[in-house]
């Protein structure tokens, strides 16, 4: 579980930090957009490739045979039935809404509202990516000496603080003050998503001892459709929530001053969503 928050860790920093620089390469505007969309989907072909290729021979659970096959509504009453697994997907899918909100404002609001530009989003995306990856062995120790549950509810508490401290007044952003704000984000993702993941197969190993049967494909299908559904609809609700804000979009790659009903929005997608999301 470890290994996979790290290697998430990895591909956060190359789509954030590698996708922002991108832009800013080719020009901020349409081409620095469709360059950085064709450059990633390009990564992303590349890598789903690669994880067939090298999970081809990965060990596999010993599969239980039943002595008839199980109808689909039975499978959705067993599945509903593991409350650990609905409390965990739905805590999931919150915090998924709160990140999307996030992910989807933070270069708008550096841009529009720190005015640091797309270096600001590199210098973030580094430092935060840096901290998840580094800290993961710490937060194994933390996982083995208090448990996943006690770890992931620090992680949403300390990040809500986190989120909070955008709107202490006075700070002039810098490069040195967006690596300290990521860097911090960063450290209490990784218990977040290392706890959270980690917590995953012990709802599949409840679901065995309840129901005899191997059903680890289909929680784990579950667990990625909850992430589609989130973070298909959370940027479609994002937009429209920014559209009714009155947030003026972008002609060029011209920054335009933003009416104090847009400010105003993006303050509350990044701060207030994620903080509502992870309480």
Known sequence: ?????????????????????????????????????????????????????????????????TKSPVPAKEHLRMVLSNRPFVLLMSAKLFLLFGQAATASTQLLFLLNVAKVGYTGQVWFSVAENIALAGTLALWVKAINRWGKRPVYILGLLAQCVIYLCWLIPGIEETAYTLAVRGFMRGVFSAGILLAGTAMLPDTMQYDFYKTGLRREGMFASVYAIVEKIAFAVAPALIGAFLAFGGYLPTTGGDIIDQPVSAINALYILLIAAPIVANL
């Open 1 to 65: 579980i470890s290994w996979r928050s790290f290697f998430i860790a990895v591909g956060q920093l190359v789509s954030v930090a590698g996708g922002a620089q991108l832009i800013s390469l080719f020009g901020r505007g349409e081409r620095g957009y469709a360059v950085m969309g064709l450059t990633l989907a390009l990564v992303i072909i590349c890598t789903t490739q690669m994880t067939v290729i090298f999970t081809a021979k990965a060990r596999r659970q010993e599969r239980v045979e």
